[in-house]
């Protein structure tokens, strides 16, 4: 018999290896940490990749939120917080990735999934995207904003709160 899924899904992507490209799987890695330390690790399921797929869309069905993470060099510093709803337009210029966040939950909408879970991304501004470096001094002051912000919504884990900071 297969599990019901954790309640809240957070998906980071980004190239380890291309500068501040790696501010969502280092969010990820230091997020899994931490929800470990703070024995909240059973609501959250963690998913991390290069960029999203279509296949993300099914790590959408059946949850209370999802959040998508990101490098976003047209964030405002230090990070943007914002609440998408599925759509089919394609969106080249916000992204690099093959997909975006609307694009995956269309994706789950053509599926048939009858309610898509309330859905974030949290772009945190990066600038220097170089094969072989590492991440840039600021996009690491921009990383320790938004893992407190991280921290205080896996604390408050409600569609009403993260709906909230996103008005704010």
């Known amino acids: 018999m297969a599990s019901a899924p954790a309640p809240i899904v957070i998906l980071a992507c980004g190239n380890p290896s291309r500068g501040d490209d790696a501010l969502g799987p280092q969010l990820l890695e230091r997020l899994h940490d931490w929800l470990l330390a703070e024995g909240l690790s059973e609501r959250y399921e963690l998913i991390g990749d290069f960029q999203w797929q279509i296949e993300n869309a099914l790590d959408l069905a059946g949850r209370e939120l999802a959040l998508f993470i990101d490098a976003d060099q047209q964030a405002a510093a230090p990070y943007a917080f914002r609440r998408v709803e599925a759509s089919d337009a394609p969106s ?40 072989g470096d590492e991440l840039s001094p600021t996009a690491r002051e921009h990383a320790e904003a938004a893992f407190a912000f991280l921290q205080a919504f896996c604390r408050a884990p409600q569609a009403a709160a993260w709906c909230a900071a996103q008005a704010g």
Do not use: C, K
Not at 99 to 109: G, I
């Open 92 to 131: 080249f210029a916000a992204s690099s990735h093959a997909l975006n966040p609307e694009t995956v939950l269309a994706v789950l909408a053509h599926l048939g999934q009858a309610a898509l879970p309330p859905t974030y991304v949290l772009g945190v501004r990066g600038d220097s995207f170089v094969l």
